[in-house]
């Protein structure tokens, strides 16, 4: 969803604030990567290649951040969808800290009755309808017919 | 030519197998639906549709993976057309004169040259797929792993240089999915990388996780909160033929796009997309009346679509004579014959002949079921779309989760597909685009294996690389490229991304 169609800004752009994200990252990289072994040029060790790539990253990203054409500004980005992003977010991590615990049908019910009923706020019946629908569905589909292996949790379910 | 055409003979002789030929319809079908919902491209589709493959015959999830992507490259015109709604990516060009020619009450005439453009581009690429992939793959076998390392770089390169965006931008996307593409174990030493004590991921990042949440997960966080489409009219069955007029204007661009497509879908990246911009771009330089573009050119169509389609088959070439994937969609179809432990590369022509003549045949049944299938079922398809989009993001999370999950059965798999979501929804904010870090998760192991084999082969000299003359030729061509896309950035010029960007495109 590209937003360059923003005025271009000098100060504080959304490529200076990416690019030292991605240097910052780099830089990280670089110190993990120095704890391996480095070997040498000719024979190189697991460490080495990681570095080469993270020291590119930095250049690439300092050159992102640095020789900016003047992208819009930071504060110009809308965040208008971020709390229901957060909401499907927490959704995921829910079902990925649930399913092997709950089981994959409860969970996935849990999650789809969450996004529908509380963030979308959608009538109850029709919500829930879906949720059921979608976690046994699934379920049967994959499970069943696919025989795709999926968690029963510590209830059986 | 006579061997090639027996080679044939067997493949059709698979693909019209009733169960590999309801495997090809069923892939068509699946595919133009997710095609046609925004947020489900081709990959997204492929990544969640992989666990249900785990269960078939090598052959027959081949076949069904391949009808998922040229069904969605197939169905994101439709969308494109009638609601100015781009099901996935590569249907981006298309909207703007499909869409005009919706409005002017020529919908049925868009829908009908989309479709057979695609119909064209797609039989003629087949032939030319047919003809290049086994003559290259002879060739392959005598590439080492200098050769590997030349073209694995060039191909990342081309990428950086041929997307519409900031190259340094696309570059650092590409060395973030490198990294992520060493985690894990190291092949040569034994060492693990980066670990940190989660058990799965000694065998490093999958490529599921990572583009399931990079691509699909981050677009229904984008769009999240967003109304409903626009109301559309499908046209009736007799609305779909073109004029007389416009059926003439559609065959130079559809012959262009075919060739530029299957050109550029033979350069890893995004082909398919990249494809479509191109022949965009090129129809309207070549056109008499550059005006009409947006407003409705039947060329704006015609052109995008072979592209695309072209593109699509074309990417095929790397990926079965070589064995390396030529964009993100290649790399999980890869993985998915890997699980059926079936190496892609150019072995495969002659140790499993049966499954690749039967791919390929299958490809030629599946673009005749799209034809034959999909323009009278254009106003049942479209009709999916009323579905209310909480419904709908809801369900693509749950396919998300499940497809993720049932790859590696891990939950680790999970939070992995959760954080990239995070990441991409973040990255794209910023207007970087992705696909470049799946590409790179993808390429890590190989480019990296293939620098230290040459080096190893060399006793640790790095003029390996440049006695090699393939792998010479691939590296300056890397290195002009990688000047090319950065000169005009450095030297702060406007170069054609600025030209597309200040076009709109």
């Known amino acids: 969803m590209p937003q360059s169609s923003q005025p271009p800004s000098h100060g504080l752009t959304r490529n200076r604030v990416a690019g030292l994200a991605l240097v910052a990252i780099a830089v990280g990289i670089i110190w993990e990567s120095s704890k391996l072994p480095l070997g040498s040029l000719g024979n190189p060790g697991a460490g080495f290649v990681p570095l080469v790539i993270a020291v590119a990253l930095a250049v690439f990203a300092l050159l992102t951040a640095f020789l900016d054409k003047g992208t819009p500004a930071w504060r110009s980005i809308a965040w208008a969808e971020a709390p229901r992003a957060a909401g499907i977010l927490a959704a995921g991590a829910f079902a990925a800290l649930a399913m092997e615990r709950l089981g994959y049908r409860i969970t996935i019910f849990a999650s789809a009755a969450f996004l529908l009923l509380v963030l979308e706020r959608k009538p109850p019946l029709p919500a829930l309808s879906a949720a059921l629908l979608l976690s046994a569905g699934t379920y049967y589909l994959f499970a069943t017919l696919l025989r795709v292996p999926l968690p029963l949790g510590r209830w059986g379910v | ?505």
């Not at chain 2, 693990?192 to 699909?216: C, H, K, T």
């Open chain 2, 1 to 505: 030519m006579v061997e090639t055409l027996h080679n044939l003979a067997l493949g059709f002789s698979v693909a019209l197998q009733p169960s590999v030929l309801a495997y090809a319809v069923l892939g068509c079908m699946v595919g133009t639906i997710v095609g046609m919902l925004p947020g489900l491209g081709p990959l997204a589709g492929i990544s969640l549709l992989l666990p249900a493959t785990f269960g078939l015959t090598p052959t027959t999830a081949i076949v069904l993976l391949a009808g998922i992507y040229y069904g969605a490259m197939y169905g994101g015109s439709t969308t494109s057309i009638l609601m100015r709604i781009p099901g996935e990516a590569a249907s981006v060009m298309t909207c703007i004169d499909g869409y005009a020619m919706t409005q002017k009450g020529r919908a049925g005439a868009a829908l009908a040259i989309a479709a057979f453009s695609s119909f064209a581009a797609g039989s003629v690429s087949l032939v030319a797929l047919t003809l290049v992939a086994p003559p290259l793959a002879g060739i392959a076998l005598k590439f080492g792993p200098p050769e590997y390392f030349g073209l694995l770089t060039m191909g990342l390169i081309v990428l950086a240089y041929m997307s519409g965006g900031s190259m340094p931008k696309t570059l650092s996307m590409a060395a973030l999915g490198l990294f992520l593409g060493t985690i894990g174990i190291d092949q040569m030493s034994g060492f693990l990388r980066f670990q940190y004590g989660i058990i799965e991921l000694g065998d490093g990042i999958g490529v599921v996780p990572v583009a399931v949440g990079l691509l699909g997960l981050s677009e229904v966080l984008l769009v999240a909160g967003s109304g409903a489409p626009a109301g559309i009219k499908a046209p009736r069955l007799g609305e779909l033929l073109p004029s007389r007029a416009e059926a003439r204007q559609a065959i130079g661009p559809t012959a262009r796009g075919t060739v530029l497509g299957f050109l550029i879908g033979l350069i890893p990246g995004s082909a398919h997309i990249i494809a479509s911009f191109v022949s965009y771009g090129l129809e309207r330089r070549l056109s008499n009346k550059p005006e009409e573009f947006g407003r409705g050119a039947v060329a704006g169509v015609a052109g995008p679509e072979a592209a695309n389609n072209a593109a699509a088959c074309g990417a095929f070439v790397p990926m079965l004579a070589l064995g390396v994937p030529s964009g993100p969609i290649t790399a999980v179809m890869i993985a998915a014959l890997l699980v059926h432990g079936v190496a892609p590369g150019p072995l495969m022509i002659s140790e499993q002949p049966a499954l690749f003549w039967g791919f390929i045949a299958s490809m030629y049944v599946g673009n005749v079921v799209l034809l034959a299938l999909n323009l009278p079922m254009v106003g049942l398809l479209v009709q999916m779309l009323r579905i209310p989009y909480p419904y709908l993001y809801t369900g693509i999370i749950v396919f998300c989760v499940l497809g993720v999950y049932a790859v590696n059965q891990s939950v680790v798999e999970v939070w992995i597909m959760v954080a990239s979501g995070l990441a991409g929804y973040l990255l794209r904010k910023l207007d970087f685009e992705v696909a470049p870090v799946v590409l790179g998760l993808v390429l890590a192991p190989m480019l990296e294996m293939s620098l230290r084999q040459s080096l190893a082969m060399s006793g640790g000299s790095y003029w390996i690389l440049y006695d090699h003359a393939i792998a010479r030729s691939l590296l300056i061509g890397a290195l002009v490229l990688l000047a090319l896309g950065l000169r005009p950035f450095l030297m702060r010029r406007a170069d054609w991304r600025t030209h597309l960007e200040q076009d709109g495109l």
